[in-house]
C-alpha cells in the first residue's frame, strides 16, 4: 500500500457518529488501589462497536491498569463490567479472551527464536499438542492477505522488524477472534509509515464490527485517528466525548490538569557558531558484531563535535543497540576506532570511557541505567562516588544531602531518597538517570531513546538537560526511533538503515520525507 | 595389533551396542533442556533404571517389561527433580545434583542383593537369530549389525521421533518457549509448570529406558555404580548435539567409538589401562569447557531461560 492510499483510507473512514443504544463494553465505576495509591477512581466509560475509541493520559494517570482491568490481569475493588448489557466477571485473562477481549502489549510478547506460526500455535486451543503447527499456516495467511499485512508463518520472530512483530500481536487476536481490541501504546516505536498503516488496519477491524481501544499520551494521535476520546487523569475520567467535540489545546488541559505551565514547549534553538569547535567524538570505520556473531553496525563513521546534537535515527533493530553498546564499551569492535576527546578508547574498559568524559543514558534503563534493589541515594551517585568517599568509607550524609538536593531539582517522585530504585516510575528513573549522567563533568552524551515511553513533561525535562548540557559544550550523540525528537534536538541527523548510515543531513537542509525513506531502505543513495 | 575383518566388526558392535543408553539419555535431556530445565539426575535416573530393570526382569521373566519399569523409575526419579526446581521453584543444579546422589544411593542399598544375578536366557534377542550369510571374512562385520536387538533400532528411531515433536508439534513449540521465555511462553497460553513437568519426565523415562539397556543388553547383570559416568557423559553430550535430539545420534556414536577403541585397546598398547578409561571423560570435559563458552553458547542456540526456575508472580494487589 503506498501512501496516498493509506491517507485516502483513512480521510475516507472519518465516522459520523451515531450512537447505538447498547455499548459493547461499558465500564461502570471500576475503583483501584494499590496500596497506599489510588490508580483508578470510579471509572466509568462506554465503549461502542465500529469505534476505536481512545484512552489519552499521562503515564500514571492508570491507562495501562484500565487496560490490565479489562484483559483480567488485575480485578478491581470496586465497580463492574458489562458486555452487550450483561454483567461479566474477568478473573484471567483467559476469561478476557473467551469474551473475545485482547490486550496488545505495548512491547510484543513473543519467543524471538520461534517462528510466526509457533508463537501464534500456542495460543490456539483447539489445536491438539501433538498436531503440526503446519495446519495453522493456511489460517495465518488467509488473515494476513485479508489484513494487508505482509507476514509468512514460517518467518523467524527475531528477524522482524518492530511493527511486523506487533502485526503477530494483532494476528493472534484475530485468531482469538477479538471483538474488542485493546492496544497499549502501539505507535512507540513505529515510523510514520508504519503509524499510518497500523491505523488502516485498526480502521478495517472496526469497519467490521469490532470495537479498538487505543491507549495512547500523544494528543495527535488520538486526534488522528480515534473517533472517541476518554481522557483519564490521575486515575479518574475527567472527560469522554466523541473526537469531533474537541480540540488540541483543550485536550492537553484536560490530561495536564493543573500541570499546565509544564508543557509550555522547549525552545529548541539551534546555534550559529562562528569558530568550528573541536571533535570530542570520532568514530572511524567501525564494525561490530550482534550476539549472534553477525555484523551489525557495518563500516560506521561519525563525528561529534563539541556543542552539537547529532541525531541517528532508523528503525529498531538496524544496529543501533550494538553501536550504543560499542561506544560505551559494552560490545567488543570487530574493527574501526572509537575517540573520546582524543583519547583512543576503542575496546577499552567503559570506565576509560567514563574518565575520558563519556555519559551513557541507555535505552534499557532498569538493566543499564540503575541498580533496582540499590537505593535512590546510592544510585545517584554510582559514577562518582569516590567523591563523597574517605578512605574505605562512604559519607552517607553527604550523599543523601546530594540525593535530596537533586530530588527536589529534578521533581523526581519518590517517598525517600533510601527508596529502592526499582519501585520509582519510569519518568522517575529517567529523571534520575539524566540528572546522575549530566551532572558530571560530561564531554560527551550518548542517549539511546532517552525519552521512550515518557509523558509530556518527563520528556520535556529529558530534552531541556540535553540541550543545557549542549550548550555548556558537551557533544551530544542521540539515537532515537523518534524521529520527532531526533528533528528537534538534532543540528545534524544521520539515518541507520541495516548497520550502515545511510543518510546525512545538516538540519537546514533535511527533509523528512527523504529521512523516512531512508528509514525504510528506499533511498537511492 | 592387527586390524582384521573380526576387530573391525568388534568395534562396530561395541560402539552400537554402548551408543544406545548415551543417544536415550541424552535425547531426553535434550527436551528437559529445551524446557529450560537442566537435570543433572540423568546418572541417577540410568541407576535406578538399570536397577529396576534387572529386578523386573528377574522376577517377570520379561526383559520388555524390565525395560518398561526401568524407563518408569528413571522417570520417578525425574519427577522428583520436577518437584524440586519447577513446582517448588529451587535451584536445578543443586537438586539434580541431589537425584543423581540419591540415585546411586538407592541403587547401591537396594541393589546388594542381585549383585551379579545373572539374567542368562532373559537378554533381549538379536533381530537376525538365524546363521549369518555372506563370505567368511565379512562375517564379523555383518553379524556386528545383524545380531544386534531391537533396541539398538528403536533407539535410533526415538530421537528422530523426538526432533519431530520439538519442531513441528505445538507440544515442541511449548516445550521450546518454555526454555526460551517462561514469561511469555504463559501469557501466551502456555501451561509453562505441566509442560516443563513432561518435558522433564519425557527426560526421566529416557534415561531410565538408557539405563535399563545398559544392564539389560550391555552388561548382563547388575553391579554397584553400573553407570560409572555414563549418565555424566549424556548430559556433556547435550550441548555438543545443540540441544538437537536427533544430533545426539552423531555424539552418542562418536563417544561410544571412543569408548569401544578404549577398551579395545586395554593391554594391547604400552598405556596404561586407567588412562584409556579417562579418555571419554577427559573429551567430555574438553568439549563442554569450549561450548560454554558464552559467544559458542549462543550460537549453538542454547536456551535462553535453561537452568532459570520460573515462579508464577502473585500480582499486585
Not at chain 1, 499456516?137 to 522482524?160: A, F, H, Q, T
Not at chain 2, 530393570?53 to 522428583?80: E, Q, S
Request: hydrophobic share 45%; aromatic share 6%; charged share 20%.
Amino acid at each position: 500500500m503506498n501512501d496516498v492510499e493509506v491517507n485516502k483510507s483513512l480521510f475516507l473512514n472519518a465516522h459520523n457518529l451515531s450512537r447505538p443504544t447498547i455499548p459493547l463494553l461499558r465500564v461502570k465505576g471500576i475503583s483501584k488501589r494499590f496500596g497506599n495509591v489510588i490508580a483508578l477512581d470510579d471509572v466509568s466509560l462506554d465503549i461502542y462497536d465500529g469505534e476505536i475509541h481512545a484512552l489519552l493520559g499521562e503515564n500514571g494517570a492508570g491507562k495501562t491498569t484500565l487496560a490490565n482491568i479489562l484483559y483480567g490481569i488485575y480485578q478491581p475493588d470496586s465497580g463492574y463490567i458489562e458486555l452487550s448489557g450483561r454483567k461479566i466477571k474477568l478473573g484471567t485473562p483467559q476469561d478476557a479472551i473467551s469474551y473475545g477481549i485482547v490486550l496488545v502489549q505495548q512491547y510484543p510478547m513473543l519467543i524471538d527464536k520461534m517462528t510466526v506460526a509457533e508463537n501464534l500455535a500456542l495460543s490456539i486451543k483447539d489445536l491438539g499438542y501433538l498436531s503440526s503447527v503446519r495446519k495453522i499456516y493456511g489460517l495465518i495467511r488467509e488473515i494476513s492477505i485479508k489484513y494487508d499485512i505482509s507476514l509468512e508463518p514460517e518467518m523467524i520472530v527475531s528477524n522482524l522488524s518492530f511493527s511486523e512483530k506487533q502485526y503477530v500481536e494483532l494476528l493472534r487476536a484475530l485468531i482469538l477472534n477479538a471483538k474488542i481490541l485493546i492496544l497499549d501504546e502501539p505507535t512507540t516505536m513505529l515510523t510514520t509509515y508504519e503509524r499510518r498503516k497500523l491505523f488502516v488496519i485498526l480502521r478495517k477491524l472496526i469497519d467490521e464490527g469490532r470495537a479498538v481501544v487505543l491507549i495512547t499520551h500523544k494528543v495527535s494521535e488520538a486526534l488522528e485517528v480515534s473517533d472517541r476520546i476518554t481522557v483519564l487523569r490521575r486515575g479518574a475520567v475527567v472527560s469522554s466525548r466523541p473526537k469531533s467535540e474537541y480540540d488540541y489545546n483543550e485536550l492537553v488541559k484536560l490530561i495536564m490538569g493543573s500541570n499546565v505551565n509544564d508543557v509550555t514547549p522547549v525552545k529548541y534553538i539551534h546555534r550559529q557558531r562562528s569558530a568550528p569547535p573541536e571533535d570530542v567524538l570520532v568514530i572511524k570505520e567501525l564494525n561490530v558484531a550482534n550476539d549472534i556473531g553477525l555484523i551489525a553496525v557495518r563500516n560506521v563513521s561519525l563525528s561529534v563535535k563539541a556543542g552539537e546534537i547529532v541525531g541517528i535515527a532508523g528503525v529498531s533493530g538496524n544496529g543501533q543497540k550494538e553501536l550504543a553498546e560499542a561506544i560505551v564499551g559494552l560490545r567488543r569492535v570487530r574493527s574501526g576506532r572509537i575517540v573520546l576527546s582524543g583519547v583512543d578508547v576503542t575496546n577499552k574498559e567503559p570506565y576509560e570511557r567514563i574518565k575520558n568524559g563519556l555519559a551513557y543514558i541507555p535505552e534499557d534503563r532498569l538493566k543499564y541505567g540503575i541498580v533496582g534493589e540499590m537505593s535512590v541515594a546510592e544510585n545517584f551517585i554510582l559514577k562518582n562516588y569516590k567523591a563523597f568517599s574517605k578512605l574505605l568509607f562512604i559519607n552517607m550524609r553527604k550523599v543523601m544531602d546530594f540525593a535530596s538536593k537533586n530530588i527536589d531539582l529534578y521533581h523526581i517522585v519518590t517517598r525517600s531518597p533510601l527508596e529502592r530504585a526499582k519501585v520509582l516510575s519510569g519518568g522517575n528513573i529517567q529523571k534520575l538517570i539524566v540528572s546522575r549522567e549530566l551532572g558530571l563533568n560530561t564531554k560527551v552524551v550518548l542517549a539511546h531513546n532517552p525519552t521512550l515511553g515518557l509523558d509530556i513533561a518527563s520528556a520535556k525535562l529529558v530534552h531541556n538537560e540535553l540541550l543545557n548540557v549542549r550548550d555548556r559544550g558537551a557533544g551530544i550523540l542521540l539515537i532515537s526511533e523518534d524521529l520527532d525528537e531526533v528533528i528537534k534536538l538534532s543540528d545534524r541527523i544521520l539515518v541507520m538503515y541495516r548497520g550502515s548510515i545511510v543518510y546525512d543531513v545538516s538540519r537546514d537542509k533535511l527533509s523528512i520525507g527523504d529521512i523516512e525513506k531512508a528509514m525504510l531502505g528506499l533511498l537511492n543513495a | 595389533m592387527d586390524v582384521d575383518s573380526f576387530v573391525i566388526g568388534n568395534f562396530i558392535y561395541l560402539t552400537l551396542k554402548n551408543a544406545v543408553p548415551l543417544i536415550l539419555a541424552s535425547s531426553g535431556e535434550a527436551v528437559s533442556e529445551r524446557a529450560g530445565v537442566i537435570n543433572l539426575g540423568v546418572e541417577g535416573s540410568m541407576l535406578v533404571g538399570a536397577l529396576t530393570g534387572v529386578i523386573t526382569t528377574l522376577i517377570t521373566g520379561n526383559v520388555w517389561l524390565g525395560f518398561l519399569a526401568g524407563g518408569l523409575a528413571g522417570l520417578a526419579l525425574a519427577l522428583l527433580h520436577g518437584l524440586i526446581s519447577v513446582l517448588f521453584g529451587g535451584n536445578q543444579i543443586v537438586s539434580g545434583l541431589a537425584i543423581a546422589m540419591i540415585g546411586g544411593g538407592i541403587t547401591a542399598l537396594v541393589g546388594r542383593a542381585y549383585v551379579g544375578r545373572s539374567l542368562f536366557g532373559l537378554r533381549p534377542p538379536p533381530i537376525y537369530p538365524y546363521e549369518v550369510p555372506g563370505p567368511d571374512h565379512l562375517k564379523p562385520i555383518l553379524s556386528s549389525v545383524l545380531k544386534q536387538d531391537i533396541m539398538v533400532f528403536i533407539s535410533i528411531v526415538i530421537p528422530l521421533l523426538i526432533t519431530y515433536m520439538l519442531f513441528r508439534t505445538k507440544l515442541g513449540s511449548a516445550i521450546r518457549a518454555c526454555g526460551e521465555n517462561p514469561v511469555i511462553a504463559e501469557s501466551l497460553g502456555v501451561n509453562v509448570i505441566t509442560t516443563r513437568l513432561v518435558a522433564v519426565g519425557l527426560g526421566g523415562f529416557l534415561s531410565g529406558l538408557g539405563g535399563a539397556y545398559l544392564s539389560l543388553g550391555v552388561v548382563g547383570s547388575w553391579v554397584e555404580n553400573l553407570t560409572a559416568g555414563m549418565g555424566w557423559i549424556a548430559v556433556g553430550l547435550v550441548p555438543l548435539a545443540m540441544w538437537i535430539p536427533s544430533r545426539t545420534l552423531l555424539t552418542s556414536y562418536l563417544m561410544a567409538a571412543l569408548i569401544s577403541t578404549s577398551y579395545m585397546l586395554q593391554g594391547r598398547i604400552g598405556v596404561s589401562s586407567y588412562f584409556l578409561v579417562m579418555i571419554p571423560y577427559i573429551t567430555t570435559v574438553v568439549m563442554l569447557s569450549i561450548v560454554s563458552i558464552e559467544r559458542f553458547k549462543v550460537r549453538l542456540g542454547a536456551p535462553s531461560a535453561l537452568g532459570k526456575p520460573y515462579i508464577r508472580e502473585e500480582r499486585l494487589g
